[in-house]
Structure formats: C-alpha cells, structure tokens
C-alpha cells in the first residue's frame, strides 16, 4: 500500500481546507483510514479516521464538529475536510492505512503500517 497525502497550504483562522490521500494497491480498500498531525516539538497525534466501509468514523475531540473525514473507494481516495481552522491546528499532517478497526488500535500511531508524506497546514492569526 503506497499513500501520498495532499492540500495543505496557508489559511487564515477560521478558513477551510481539504486535505486528500491518494492510496494504490490491491488490499487499500480494505483497510482503515487514518489522518494524523505533528507539530514541531510535539508527538504525532491522531485526527480522524474512517472503517474500510466509509461506514464508521472517529474523530479526536480537537476535531469533532470542525473537521470531517471520508473516503471513496472507488478511487482510493480519503479525504479530510477541515473547518474553522485555528492556530493550533498548524501541523503536518499524515494519513495511514491500517487493517485493524478497533477503536482503541486506530487512535494510535504505531499501530499503523503505512503511511503517506506530510502535507504541511500553517493557520495563521
């Protein structure tokens, strides 16, 4: 499974964005999908993730309610559209695949087998 991610940029606060995560080979629409973020200095922290199906979602209290996770299997695609943007959510932002979709697993980093490039988000004030 090959992931490249996608979208970031600079936005004013309370600005919109949609990141996108190309996704290629056979078994990826079967697996998870999960968006990640790393600020400088600080640990990689899950945002979203979403079941093979598109059926279910998860979503990191910093994100619900502002941001919404989706896929499209059709085209290997997962996407995260971002709302009222803040400064604090200037991060590079990661997505993964994963088999598993246990609630618990899909919130944590490691857990996760592959990954995409980051694609860096910067709100400004």
């Known amino acids: 499974v090959q992931l490249q991610a996608y979208g970031g940029g600079l936005v004013q606060a309370g600005g919109s964005l949609r990141l996108s995560c190309a996704a290629s080979?056979?078994?990826?629409?079967?697996?998870?999908m999960g968006w990640f973020r790393q600020a400088p200095g600080k640990e990689r922290e899950f945002v979203a993730a979403?079941?093979?199906?598109?059926?279910?979602?998860l979503y990191a209290d910093s994100a619900k309610g502002r941001f919404t996770i989706s896929r499209d299997n059709r085209v290997n695609m997962a996407y995260l559209e971002m709302n009222s943007l803040k400064p604090e959510d200037t991060a590079a932002y990661y997505c993964?695949?994963?088999?598993?979709?246990?609630?618990?697993?899909?919130?944590?980093?490691?857990?996760?087998?592959?990954w995409g490039q980051g694609t860096l988000v910067t709100v400004s004030s």
């Open positions: 080979g056979r078994t990826v629409s079967s697996r998870s």
């Open positions: 993964a695949a994963i088999q598993s979709s246990h609630v618990a697993t899909i919130q944590v980093p490691s857990k996760y087998a592959y």
């Open positions: 979403i079941s093979w199906s598109g059926g279910s979602t």
